[in-house]
T-cell receptor, first 112, second 114 residues
Framework: DAKTTQPPSMDCAEGRAANLPCNHSTISGNEYVYWYRQIHSQGPQYIIHGLKNNETNEMASLIITEDRKSSTLILPHATLRDTAVYYC?????????????FGQGTTLQVKP | KAGVTQTPRYLIKTRGQQVTLSCSPI?????VSWYQQTPGQGLQFLFEYFSETQRNKGNFPGRFSGRQFSNSRSEMNVSTLELGDSALYLC?????????????FGPGTRLTVL
């Protein structure tokens, strides 16, 4: 089962920041948080990942709380092309597998 | 660098037939994983291959099988197709196995079983 909980859907106005929350209260110390998104019927696209510290790349920022029980993905200036299902995933902590366990994700609708 | 490629992109089969799907990973990537996506069950892990060996397997019946070749290309096979096997089959590749290694997905193969 997925170790994350996300709201099923969210709306965001175009040009505004989209803040997507994720709860992962049972995360263990060596498990990473990964974010992917999937635009309708395409393969999931990697966005960002992190362990403890906040991370930023050209697509998004990832804010992880100090207790690591939750995180927020931030798309700083959402566009219509950011409309997608966003998945928050906690990677298996053993390091012995590349398996990803997907939950239901958050459907983000960016509106003009 | 080219991304993960999957062939064919679309496939229609009838119940009882078998099907083989192909995945070419990103150049230099040695790990390939397969996933099934259906509206009811979402994205589910099928299996993972690394250095031509199956390293991990999801909870799917034995009708689902796969293999990896020495050039890291992978195939998955589904025998005795059922209507419920209609799904988007996704392949993902990564450099190696491990929790910090990012997987990159292909566009998928849409399988329809009639």
């Amino acid at each position: 089962d997925a170790k994350t909980t996300q709201p099923p859907s969210m709306d965001c106005a175009e040009g505004r920041a989209a803040n997507l929350p994720c709860n992962h209260s049972t995360i263990s110390g060596n498990e990473y948080v990964y974010w992917y998104r999937q635009i309708h019927s395409q393969g999931p696209q990697y966005i960002i990942h992190g362990l403890k510290n906040n991370e930023t790349n050209e697509m998004a920022s990832l804010i992880i709380t100090e207790d690591r029980k939750s995180s927020t993905l931030i798309l700083p200036h959402a566009t219509l092309r950011d409309t997608a299902v966003y998945y928050c995933i906690v990677r298996d902590g053993s390091g012995n597998t590349g398996k990803l366990i997907f939950g239901q994700g958050t459907t983000l609708q960016v509106k003009p | 660098k080219a991304g993960v490629t999957q062939t064919p992109r679309y496939l229609i089969k009838t119940r009882g037939q078998q099907v083989t799907l192909s995945c070419s990973p990103i150049s230099g990537h040695r790990s390939v994983s397969w996933y099934q996506q259906t509206p009811g069950q979402g994205l589910q892990f099928l299996f993972e291959y690394f250095s031509e060996t199956q390293r991990n397997k999801g909870n799917f019946p034995g009708r689902f099988s796969g293999r990896q070749f020495s050039n890291s290309r992978s195939e998955m096979n589904v025998s005795t197709l059922e209507l419920g096997d209609s799904a988007l089959y996704l392949c993902a590749s990564s450099l190696y196995r491990g929790q910090t290694d990012t997987q990159y997905f292909g566009p998928g193969t849409r399988l329809t079983v009639l």
